[in-house]
T-cell receptor
C-alpha cells in the first residue's frame, strides 16, 4: 500500500524567503506519480506540480520546484521568493503508475504561513 | 469553460437521514473520485469510477455508495448519516489521457454537518 508522510504540521516563512515543505512516500511500485496541491483558506484544491518516478530531472513550475530524491523516497516542495498569497495548506499526494488515472493517496498536509 | 461543480456547498442533516451529494463535471472526463477531508487526516478516498456503470470502493467506503449512470455525474449517497460523517467532501475528475502529470481537477467541496 502507498503512504505519504508530511512531518511538518505547520511552518512559518518570511516574505521573499525560500521554504521547503517535506514529503516522504512509501510504495513498492516501480512506476508512480507524485503531486503537490495547495489549499488556500477558501478551500479549493489547486494543482501545483507533478513528478513522475522515471523523470530524471526535478520538476519546476514557476516559483515551485520539486526536490525528488528517489533513493530516499522524498519529494519535497520548494517555494522560492515566498509571497503572502502562498499562505495555505499544502498536500503531497501520489498515485500508482506514472501514466495512469488511479486515485490519489494524500499526506496530512502542512500549513504554511508567510509573514510580512 | 469546463468545470466541476458540487451541490449543495453546505448541508446540515440529522443522524439517520439519507443524504445525497451531487458532483457534475463538464470536462467529459471518464474518471471521477470522491474524497473526504478531516482535520489530521488529509484527504481520504471514498469511492471512484472509471466510467459509466463502473464504481469502486476506496479506503473509507463504509456507509457511502455511488452510482454512475452518465459521464458527467457521480452522486455520493450517505445511506444513514452518522456524526462521524461530518466532513468536507471533495469530488474530483481526470481524463483518461495517459500522459504524465495527468492531474485530478477538484470541485469546490461540500461541507456536511450531521447532528
Amino acid at each position: 500500500a502507498q503512504k505519504i508522510t508530511q512531518t511538518q504540521p505547520g511552518m512559518f516563512v518570511q516574505e521573499k524567503e525560500a521554504v521547503t515543505l517535506d514529503c516522504t512516500y512509501d510504495t513498492s511500485d516501480q512506476s508512480y506519480g507524485l503531486f503537490w496541491y495547495k489549499q488556500p483558506s477558501s478551500g479549493e484544491m489547486i494543482f501545483l506540480i507533478y513528478q513522475g518516478s522515471y523523470d530524471e530531472q526535478n520538476a519546476t513550475e514557476g516559483r515551485y520546484s520539486l526536490n525528488f530524491q528517489k533513493a530516499r523516497k522524498s519529494a519535497n516542495l520548494v517555494i522560492s521568493a515566498s509571497q503572502l498569497g502562498d499562505s495555505a495548506m499544502y498536500f503531497c499526494a501520489m498515485r500508482e503508475r506514472e501514466l495512469g488515472n488511479t486515485p490519489l493517496v494524500f499526506g496530512k498536509g502542512t500549513r504554511l504561513s508567510v509573514i510580512a | 469553460d469546463a468545470e466541476i461543480t458540487q451541490s449543495p456547498r453546505h448541508k446540515i442533516t440529522e443522524t439517520g437521514r439519507q443524504v445525497t451529494l451531487a458532483c457534475h463535471q463538464t470536462w467529459n472526463h471518464n474518471n471521477m473520485f470522491w474524497y473526504r477531508q478531516d482535520l489530521g487526516h488529509g484527504l481520504r478516498l471514498i469511492h471512484y469510477s472509471y466510467g459509466v456503470q463502473d464504481t469502486n470502493k476506496g479506503e473509507v467506503s463504509d456507509g457511502y455508495s455511488v452510482s454512475r449512470s452518465n459521464t458527467e455525474d457521480l452522486p455520493l449517497t450517505l445511506e444513514s448519516a452518522a456524526s462521524s460523517q461530518t466532513s468536507v467532501y471533495f469530488c474530483a475528475s481526470s481524463d483518461s489521457d495517459r500522459s504524465p502529470g495527468n492531474e485530478q481537477f477538484f470541485g469546490p467541496g461540500t461541507r456536511l454537518t450531521v447532528l
